[in-house]
């Protein structure tokens, strides 16, 4: 099994910190990334909306939620410091295949519907601040693409310094829209205490659960920390966990203040005036100056509105990527995952904003965080399983009281879910011309999902799952080597990456130096975190990969070959230059994976890029 964001995977040491202060600094980061996803523009929508039609009254609800959210994240953390899988891979190692297709079906959902939410928050933050048409903002978005590429080849620090940057202008923002808001703080505190007006109010509050605690964060936090390289001891692990702990505590809180600061917005300046009706982002900007006496609040709240769809997007095309290799053993090219992430969000709201207009967006926005919330229970069940497993957590899985807690933040979400989808399914079949479609189309569906939730619960308990070595391809290591009866070269690197290609490699290889060549085997660990962190990054994949490489060493030491091993991290068609241009080797034998054309943008190839790149001749092999 590969490991969690390759690329960045414990690039980011804590070791040799020469102060507590600095030690946990080190740490600081991952929930940073996480927390944008807390205070992104389908957040907006919900608490505008939430503040609007209820005044300070769902103010609880988002208290109960930040709470909901540390705790699920606290979660997600432990697994990936314990386990050194994220969730996708920890959901692989114990469902069947048909069940992970379905989970990794549904968290595709999940990121689209939040995608949507950035994609429409910029493309009004844009139309907000420059006049620009909101179909051509939404367009504008797929610029951002590449300033995530950008800043993933500039390592995980420098993106997370960027994230919090956005950060800190999102709350800056807020800070002054609350001077100029003046909101009556008796009535903040009594929005504290839990109270549901009526049931649209039901539904806002599932929205804003939904906006608040999102599914895709869950997989992305349990990836991040592991860009963290610590001591794997059992007293370096609890210290990676508290400090980790502390660091979501904080971010998470930070999120939970601007999210209020919206909600409370909303009802210092639209409920405030009996303006109950305004839960669209633009009739927001439209009234703020009116009602605030100032021309600043709208251009600040814009400018939040940039920073939130901005910093959002970067994460959740992370996200993504985690996702897909997680569930599919699939790696395809970050640019690539981004453009089809980015498409499936474009798509659906140009056309729905075509037909219906520029009036549609704010349900659009609320819409995607139901369906947030809709999902959630599909991410949450496995990853309580998961924490709670005594085996798997290795002696770290969490306390009896708080499988409790995790258990009914769990049922409190699947039941709200559960309520919003009957009273919505019945609503269809009472205004529907034609209720039998939807009973035979509609309603099992339904059921199916209702089946599948009570599955995950229940099947974690009936079997255990076990997270055994296995390496991202089917290669079973049983290499045949015919002896060399050439030599030509005396210090050979070999490229392998656990395929079917390695074996002709190999063999290529052998036939060239014979038994008194030296051999340097290379492998490029190149996921996600790999690419973010660099040789930092200490997670489960690096294992398998290390265990790996290690085995082909002996099988050919075994043989009489004088082999040695390199592994690298990143994008391979950089590492590998690096690798070979600091040594004298005679020749690079690379493997051909044989696919070429379209398949070659999407997976990428390696040849191309790197042959320019290195000093001495280039063999390729093809199968």
Not at 108 to 127: F, H, P, S, T, W
């Amino acid at each position: 099994m590969g490991k969690s964001l390759e690329e960045v995977h414990g690039s980011v040491t804590t070791q040799n910190k020469r102060s507590v202060f600095r030690k946990i600094l080190a740490f600081f980061g991952p929930a940073y990334l996480i927390s944008v996803g807390y205070m992104d523009p389908g957040n907006w929508a919900t608490d505008i909306a939430g503040g609007s039609q209820f005044g300070y009254a769902l103010l609880w609800v988002l208290l109960m939620s930040n709470i909901m959210a540390l705790l699920l994240q606290s979660f997600s953390a432990r697994l990936g410091i314990v386990t050194q899988l994220d969730l996708a891979q920890a959901s692989r190692a114990t469902y069947s295949k048909f069940i992970n297709y379905i989970l990794y079906f549904l968290a595709e959902i999940a990121i689209a519907a939040c995608d949507l939410a950035e994609v429409l928050g910029m493309a009004i933050g844009i139309n907000l601040l420059f006049d620009i048409p909101l179909i051509e903002g939404v367009i504008i978005t797929v610029l951002d693409t590449f300033l995530l590429l950008f800043l993933i080849n500039k390592g995980i620090r420098k993106m997370e310094v960027f994230i919090i940057v956005l950060v800190l202008i999102i709350g800056v923002s807020f800070v002054f829209e609350m001077f100029f808001a003046q909101p009556e703080l008796d009535k903040v505190l009594y929005g504290l205490i839990p109270s549901m007006p009526n049931e649209t109010a039901l539904y806002i509050a599932i929205g804003i659960i939904g906006a608040t605690v999102m599914p895709h964060n869950l997989y992305l936090h349990s990836s991040l920390v592991q860009t963290r390289k610590f001591d794997r001891t059992p007293q370096g692990i609890k210290q990676a966990i508290k400090y980790n702990f502390i660091d979501s505590t904080i971010a998470l809180n930070l999120a939970f203040l601007v999210n209020a600061a919206i909600l409370i917005l909303a009802a210092a300046t639209f409920y405030k005036s009996g303006m109950y009706e305004v839960a669209e982002i633009q009739d927001a900007h439209k009234f703020l100056a009116p009602l605030l006496g100032t021309k600043w609040a709208p251009i600040l709240f814009a400018v939040a509105l940039i920073a939130a769809g901005q910093s959002s997007t970067v994460t959740g095309t992370l996200a993504g990527q985690i996702v897909m290799e997680g569930y599919l053993n699939l790696r395809i090219q970050p640019w690539v995952r981004r453009i089809i992430t980015r498409l499936i969000a474009i798509v659906p709201a140009v056309i729905v904003i075509s037909i219906f207009g520029e009036g549609v967006t704010g349900k659009l926005l609320i819409l995607s965080q139901v369906i947030l919330s809709l999902q959630l229970g599909f991410a949450i069940i496995p990853l309580i399983h998961f924490v709670s497993d005594k085996s798997k957590m290795k002696g770290f899985h969490i306390s009896r009281l708080t499988q409790i807690a995790g258990w009914t933040i769990a049922l409190i979400i699947v039941s709200l879910n559960v309520k919003l989808v009957y009273d919505e399914i019945g609503n269809w079949i009472k205004i529907s011309e034609n209720p039998i479609v939807l009973w035979l189309t509609v309603v099992p569906l339904a059921v199916s999902f209702l089946i599948l939730l009570l599955y995950i619960v229940v099947k974690p308990f009936i079997s255990k799952s076990k997270i055994d070595i296995q390496n991202h391809s089917p290669h079973n290591l049983e290499l045949k080597f015919e002896e060399a009866s050439v030599i030509t070269h005396k210090n050979i690197a070999v490229t392998v990456d656990f395929s079917d290609s390695d074996e002709v490699a190999l063999n290529a290889a052998c036939k060239l130096g014979g038994k008194t060549a030296e051999y340097t085997l290379i492998h490029i660990v190149e996921t996600v975190g790999a690419m973010v962190y660099g040789e930092k990054i200490d997670d489960h994949e690096t294992l398998i990969d290390e265990k790996l490489l290690n085995e082909y060493k002996q099988l050919l030491s075994n043989k009489g070959f004088k082999v040695v091993t390199q592994l690298g991290f990143g994008d391979p068609a950089k590492v590998i230059p690096t690798i070979i241009n600091k040594e004298n080797y005679d020749i690079l034998v690379m493997g051909a994976h044989g696919h070429s054309g379209f398949k070659d943008l999407i997976f990428g190839t390696t040849v191309d890029k790197l042959r320019h790149k290195i000093s001495i001749p280039l063999l390729i092999i093809k199968n």
